[in-house]
């Protein structure tokens, strides 16, 4: 073996691999992205997976509102949109190829569009997921919590589709169409928008400006308790990547709205990690992390998670607890 080829493979085996899956396109900006930034600009390969198109998603920057060419062809639209974000991110990218669903407003909720990703059996989904584990064979996965972070049908789903994928992926006899069996060692939930972030955010523009576009958020939250964080990673370097990834998608970011209320460096000083919580781990782990690869031997986990019949050591993964006429899938 030469001299290069040895470099070639210690680079190879201090890389690792993570997959998040989200929704739409611009979820992948607004919620964790300033951590993929941190671990795609240290050498570790980061997949985004966008579930839908986006395709019945809202205009909501003004200066876009009558444009001709976003009204012509959305989704195509947001599809420029996310290869734009994909490159300032560093990440890869694929479509799952479902349609959105919309947010369905009213009293009743009226049903899903017919066709749409919310309605989709999960003998359709979670294969179409399988196979991109089982092709790009990721170390962690994140994706949203039981409730979807919030409750939007594709949000939700993203989260089924997300854990049965995970919980499958190390099974050789789970859709052994879609690939050898990998098992992704950690699975996470985005907490980026926690109470305490956000109260701290709040608290930061009453004291410079008087006034603060949180103030709602914290009504909101009054007499709920808090989501579970166990992972805290610092990544207030990157806050300005994360940014731009978030204007790249011009239709569904008003670049005057309450995402850039502070400057990335105003953030930075007053809250510089992004929050995560870990649903299940093949692994143990420290108590209080700071790296959604902790206790990853770089060394030695594709062995293990291609090693089949693994235990989990932590297995936080619950129920929803969404009123039934919320939940999808």
């Known amino acids: 073996m030469t001299g290069s080829d040895q470099t070639a493979l210690n680079e190879d085996r201090s890389s690792l691999r993570l997959l998040a899956v989200h929704a739409h396109p611009d979820d ?9 930034a941190k671990y795609t600009a240290a050498g570790h390969r980061v997949m985004v997976v966008s579930c839908t198109g986006g395709e019945r998603g809202d205009i909501l920057n003004p200066k876009l509102a ?26 890869e990218h694929t479509w799952l190829g479902f349609v959105d669903s919309g ?11 017919t066709g749409s990703f919310g309605l989709e059996p999960l003998q359709v989904t979670v294969p179409a997921l399988l196979r991109v584990i089982r092709e790009f064979r990721p170390h962690v996965m994140t994706t949203y919590d039981e409730n979807g972070g919030y409750p939007h049908p594709d949000h939700i789903m993203t989260h089924v589709v997300s854990v049965a994928a995970f919980q499958a992926a190390g099974d050789p006899t789970a859709y052994p169409q879609t690939g050898p069996a990998w098992q992704p060692l950690k699975l996470y939930y985005d907490r980026g928008f926690s109470r305490e972030k956000m109260l701290a955010m709040h608290e930061a523009l009453l004291e410079r400006d008087g006034e603060s576009p949180f103030g709602d958020w914290m009504k909101r939250w009054e007499g709920t308790p808090p989501p579970r964080i166990t992972t805290r990673v610092n990544v207030g370097d990157y806050f300005g990547v994360r940014e731009q990834a978030l204007l790249a998608h011009a239709t569904q970011i008003d670049p005057d709205g309450s995402f850039f209320a502070l400057s990335p460096a105003e953030q930075a000083k007053i809250w510089p990690t992004e929050e995560w919580e870990l649903a299940a781990s093949y692994l143990p782990v420290p108590a209080e992390e700071d790296d959604l690869f902790a206790g990853i031997d770089p060394a030695t986990a594709d062995a293990l998670a291609s090693k089949g019949s693994l235990d989990l050591v932590v297995d936080d993964i619950r129920e929803t607890t969404l009123p039934e006429n919320l939940r999808v899938g």
């Open 28 to 36: 992948e900006s607004s919620k964790g992205s300033a951590t993929v």
């Open 103 to 113: 947010l369905p407003e009213g009293d009743p909720r009226p049903p899903l569009p």
């Open 66 to 91: 009558d444009n001709p060419e976003v009204k012509r062809d959305m989704a195509e639209f947001r599809r420029h949109e996310m290869a734009k974000a994909a490159q300032i991110l560093g990440i």
